[in-house]
C-alpha cells in the first residue's frame, strides 16, 4: 500500500525558517518525482516545488524560488522542503505528494499525504 | 503560465441528478506529438488531501466509480457526475500538467 505522511508543521514567526520532511512506502521511492502542493485556509491548491527521482530536475514555484529548498533521501524514502524567510501568507497546509507522470516538472498526483499546517505568526 | 478557469463557482445538486463542473485552460494543453491532454480532475472533501479522480483529460483512476466521467480537449474540459450520491459532495478541481508550473483551477463546491 502507498502511504505518503508529511511532518515538520507548526507555528513560526514572520522571517523564521521551518523544514517540512515526508515519508514516502509501498512503492519504488527513487522511481517517482515528488511533489509539494499547499493550500491556504479556506482557498485552492497551489503547486510549490517538484523534484525528480535522481534529483537532477528540480522546480519552483516563481513565488518561492529562493526561499524554499526541496531535496530528497532516496536511502531513507523521504523527501524535504526547507522553508526560509516565512510570510504569513506562506501559512497553509502543505501536502506531499508522488508525481504518477511528470512533463517537464509539471505532475499529476496520485497519492498524497494528510498535509502538515504552517502558521506563519508573531 | 496556463490559466485555469473552473465553472460555476459552486452548484447545488439533488440526489441522483447530474453534476456538470467546466474548465477552461488559458492555452491548449494538449501535445500534438501523441494527441493526449494533459489535464487531471481532483476531488477534494473537507479535512482530506485531494483525491486524483481523472488523468488525461479522460481516464478515470482505479477504483473511481463509473458515475464520474469526463472529457473535453484542448481548452475546454468537463467532468461530469452522472447521478450525485451523498458522499460527492466535496470542492473539484482541474489542473494542467502540460507546462511547468503545474497549476490548478479555482475549484468547484458541489453540494446537495
Keep these: 500500500e502507498v502511504q505518503v505522511v508529511e511532518s515538520g508543521g507548526g507555528l513560526v514567526k514572520p522571517g523564521g525558517s521551518l523544514r517540512l520532511s515526508c515519508a514516502a512506502s509501498g512503492f519504488t521511492f527513487s522511481s517517482y518525482s515528488m511533489t509539494w502542493v499547499r493550500q491556504a485556509p479556506g482557498k485552492g491548491l497551489e503547486w510549490v516545488s517538484s523534484i525528480s527521482g535522481s534529483s537532477t530536475y528540480i522546480y519552483y514555484a516563481d513565488s518561492m524560488k529562493g526561499r524554499f529548498t526541496i531535496s530528497r533521501d532516496n536511502a531513507k524514502n523521504s523527501v524535504y522542503l526547507q522553508l526560509n524567510s516565512l510570510r504569513a501568507e506562506d501559512t497553509a497546509v502543505y501536502y506531499c505528494a508522488r508525481g504518477d507522470y511528470c512533463s517537464g516538472g509539471s505532475c499529476y498526483m496520485n497519492y498524497w499525504g494528510q498535509g502538515t499546517l504552517v502558521t506563519v505568526s508573531s | ?112
Design chain 2, 1 to 112: 503560465d496556463i490559466v485555469m478557469t473552473q465553472s460555476p463557482d459552486s452548484l447545488a445538486v439533488s440526489l441522483g441528478e447530474r453534476a456538470t463542473i467546466n474548465c477552461k485552460s488559458s492555452q491548449s494543453v494538449i501535445y500534438s506529438s501523441n494527441n493526449k491532454n494533459y489535464l487531471a480532475w481532483y476531488q477534494q472533501k473537507p479535512g482530506q488531501p485531494p483525491k486524483l479522480l481523472i488523468s488525461w483529460a479522460s481516464t478515470r483512476e482505479s477504483g473511481v466509480p463509473d458515475r464520474f466521467s469526463a472529457s473535453g480537449s484542448g481548452t475546454e474540459f468537463t467532468l461530469t457526475i452522472s447521478s450525485l450520491q451523498a458522499e460527492d459532495v466535496a470542492v473539484y478541481y482541474c489542473q494542467q500538467y502540460h507546462s511547468p508550473p503545474p497549476t490548478f483551477g479555482p475549484g468547484t463546491k458541489v453540494e446537495i
